[in-house]
């Protein structure tokens, strides 16, 4: 089970990484669960998928695209999840994931619950 869950959280970001990339929020959007939580700091807290979309909309309208992450690390919570953490680069501005909780879906897919990252500079 360990293994298709990692596989499944792997698809995910993978997912979630491509949405970004052709620009479509409401596809970022869906790789969180409805209840999801994400931390961007220093840009505030947004709770459920509704908040999340408008986040990245604003994100994708100011310009911001190619994102790309480095030095990711999975860590294995239990059978059903897997934190992420790792560096990541965008053409205007490079951070770190602090912790992004993927967690498997009843229908095998994997959706963010928890996302949490930072903002480190502009590029």
Not at 84 to 93: F, R
């Amino acid at each position: 089970m360990t293994q298709s869950t990692l596989k499944a959280c792997k698809a995910a970001i993978g997912a979630w990484q491509q949405a970004f990339n052709r620009q479509d929020a409401a596809g970022c959007a869906t790789q969180y669960q409805e209840d999801a939580i994400m931390e961007a700091r220093p840009m505030g807290t947004f709770k459920g998928r509704a908040q999340i979309q408008a986040f990245w909309q604003q994100i994708i309208d100011g310009g911001y695209c190619d994102v790309d992450y480095t030095d990711v690390e999975w860590q294995k919570v239990d059978d059903n999840s897997y934190i992420l953490t790792s560096k990541w680069t965008m053409n205007k501005a490079y951070g770190v994931v602090h912790r992004e909780l993927w967690v498997l879906q009843p229908d095998g897919s994997a959706k963010l619950k928890e996302d949490d990252f930072e903002i480190q500079g502009e590029r």
